[in-house]
């Protein structure tokens, strides 16, 4: 995570390699500067989960009082690899500990792996990543008050479980294009990706995955609870995620929560699943999730990189 794509020549005879081409990045950057770490969180049930950290050692008192940016995805078996990006290092670069948690439902650890994450044993996903969470403030990494949380799609859905769950734990927390109502869009075989997803959530129709999704799904669990601040975001026209269903989503909060803390929705209305095209853009939309989480733990925007 601290270092950029960079293409080598390698003699196979020789065993020599020779840097050809490093992916520049602005700002001064030194890759000595930053720490790389591998750390693993004991599960409820003894499994051990890796989390990937990366900070910037001479910003980092690693005292509790770092603030700290979590992601967590844990669906289809992907792999959420511990690779560079350029725009991460505007938070890095505040003295932020930015950490992925490599929870069940991913492929990160194989095939088992993935398998006890999802149908139902999807709550492993969930659960991993408060333990995550609270593996990393008892090592004094952050602190309640200083840990922010990040995910995208299946990973939005991680954010309303764990939002459901334990809202205490976070201090602010930004769900992208979040799939947050389960049961009713697994219910609807109109649309083009339910039947395929079954495989992945199980088919309601059968009462054991009706009743088990049911006591997960975001918009089916919010509470009259106090929440942390809140981003939620969402695009007109993303076909995998409608965006009714994050609107509804923060509807019901808005409607229940307790507390005075922020609650934004955030509908790109020339955007899909994956949000704006075009570099520049993306950028754009990384800026706006940083301020949105300065913002929440009341830091000025100084030292920006991008």
Same mark, same amino acid.
């Given at each position: 995570m ?5 293409v ?6 020789s065993?020599v390699?020779?840097?050809k081409?490093i992916?520049?990045v602005l700002?001064?950057f ?6 790389t770490e591998?750390?693993?969180?004991a599960? &409820?049930?003894g499994?051990?989960?890796p ?5 910037r ?9 770092d603030?700290?940016l979590?992601?967590?995805y844990?669906?289809y078996?992907?792999?959420i690899?511990?690779?560079f990006?350029g ?6 670069d505040?003295g932020?500990?930015y ?7 991913g492929?990160e650890?194989g095939?088992?792996w993935?398998?006890?994450g999802?149908l ?10 408060i ?8 090592n004094k990494y ?6 922010c949380i990040?995910g995208r799609?299946a990973?939005g859905?991680?954010?309303g ?5 334990r809202?205490d ?7 992208g294009?979040?799939?947050v109502?389960?049961v ?10 339910t039947t &395929?997803?079954?495989?992945e ?5 059968k009462?054991?995955?009706y009743y ?5 799904s975001?918009v089916?669990?919010v509470? &009259?609870q106090?929440y942390?601040?809140?981003?939620v975001t969402s ?6 995620v409608?965006?009714s269903?994050?609107?509804?989503y923060?509807?019901k909060l808005?409607?229940l929560k307790t ?9 790109e ?9 075009g570099r520049f853009?993306?950028l ?7 301020a949105f989480i300065?913002?929440a733990?009341g830091m ?7």
């Amino acid at each position: 995570m601290r270092t950029p794509p960079s293409v080598y020549d390698y003699d196979m005879d020789s065993g020599v390699s020779v840097l050809k081409k490093i992916k520049p990045v602005l700002g001064g950057f030194d890759a000595s500067n930053y720490v790389t770490e591998r750390k693993w969180a004991a599960a &409820a049930d003894g499994t051990q989960i890796p989390m990937s950290v990366l900070y910037r050692k001479d910003l980092v008192k690693l005292d509790g009082s770092d603030p700290m940016l979590l992601y967590g995805y844990g669906s289809y078996k992907i792999c959420i690899d511990p690779t560079f990006r350029g725009s991460r290092l505007s938070l890095v670069d505040r003295g932020f500990i930015y950490v992925i948690a490599h929870i069940r439902g991913g492929g990160e650890m194989g095939r088992k792996w993935y398998e006890d994450g999802k149908l139902l044993k999807k709550k492993n996903t969930f659960t991993d990543f408060i333990d995550c969470a609270e593996h990393l403030i008892k090592n004094k990494y952050c602190s309640k008050e200083k840990l922010c949380i990040n995910g995208r799609s299946a990973g939005g859905l991680l954010m309303g479980a764990v939002l459901n769950m334990r809202p205490d734990l976070f201090k602010a927390a930004v769900a992208g294009v979040p799939f947050v109502d389960v049961v009713t869009t697994m219910l609807d075989p109109t649309i083009p990706l339910t039947t &395929a997803e079954w495989e992945e959530w199980g088919d309601p129709r059968k009462e054991e995955y009706y009743y088990y999704m049911k006591s997960y799904s975001p918009v089916d669990n919010v509470a &009259a609870q106090e929440y942390p601040n809140i981003l939620v975001t969402s695009g007109l026209n993303d076909p995998r995620v409608m965006y009714s269903e994050p609107a509804k989503y923060v509807a019901k909060l808005r409607d229940l929560k307790t507390d005075g803390n922020l609650l934004l929705f955030k509908c790109e209305l020339g955007a899909g699943h994956f949000s704006k095209s075009g570099r520049f853009e993306k950028l754009q939309e990384d800026a706006f999730t940083y301020a949105f989480i300065l913002k929440a733990l009341g830091m000025t925007p100084k030292m920006a990189s991008l």
